[in-house]
């Protein structure tokens, strides 16, 4: 499977999530960090104002609030989750994200067609 890093030199390094993508006023970072043919994982830095409107994906995804407070809509369903909690997203199931303040996440988006787990 092609994958594709964040690290273009090929090393491997720790790094600090939080420290890997800034804020910018007004909107939303995008950091992807891999990305393969079924799936990527990705770091947003959310401006205090700033949402992702509802839509749907056929991925399953990982949501991991790594600083702040976001708020996240499933289904309808509102979910307000602070530094440290994680929520899954489910494949084809309307979600939004809304950033209140501003927050910091990561995405881990994952094909789950065809899994038999």
Do not use: C, W
């Not at 273009?8 to 790094?15: V, Y």
């Not at 992807?32 to 749907?56: C, I, M, P, R, Y």
């Not at 494949?91 to 881990?108: G, R, S, Y």
């Amino acid at each position: 499977m092609a994958m594709k890093s964040a690290n273009t030199n090929g090393d491997s390094s720790a790094e600090r999530l939080s420290e890997m993508v800034e804020y910018q006023s007004g909107a939303i970072v995008s950091r992807t960090l891999l990305k393969a043919v079924n799936g990527s994982t990705t770091l947003f830095a959310f401006d205090a104002g700033q949402e992702l409107s509802e839509h749907t994906t056929p991925y399953e995804a990982l949501l991991f609030v790594i600083e702040g407070e976001a708020v996240v809509s499933i289904r309808g369903v509102v979910h307000h989750l602070h530094t440290g909690d994680v929520i899954t997203l489910p494949a084809n199931q309307p979600h939004a994200v809304n950033a209140d303040k501003q927050f910091k996440m990561l995405l881990v988006m994952m094909d789950s067609e065809g899994d038999e787990s």
